[in-house]
């Protein structure tokens, strides 16, 4: 065991450590701090990229009014998601151009931004 001492949330904290122990763990089981995540270590999908996918995913949108898968691709080129593949990602995106296009929305996200979460939804596949 190890003495660890930490500020965390504004308090100072000390207790014992097992070295092999990760900050993630101590986190999570002993401070209870269970928002902390292990990322992509258990081949669940994690969701560490989500927020940068929507943001980039609003970005396109903004930009484009309907994108094809191609393009989402190499939009989406500089976000990394190690979990899982892009697939459902480009189609809900593609998928949301479309919907917004269609229902003459494209204006309105631009405006707001607020309407582009509602992608993370959209699990339609698209036929291309
Ligand atoms: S879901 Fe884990 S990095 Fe994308």
Redesign the pocket.
Known sequence: MKSLTLKLNGAKITCDVEPRETLADFLRERCRLTATHL??EHGV??????PG?LMMARDILLRMHHPDAETVRSQLSGQ?????GYSGIVTAIVAAGRELGRAGQAKGVRESGIQVTAIAAVPAKVDD
Do not use: D, S, Y
């Open positions: 990322g992509c999908q994690c969701g560490f990229c989500t996918m990394i998601c190690r979990c899982t």
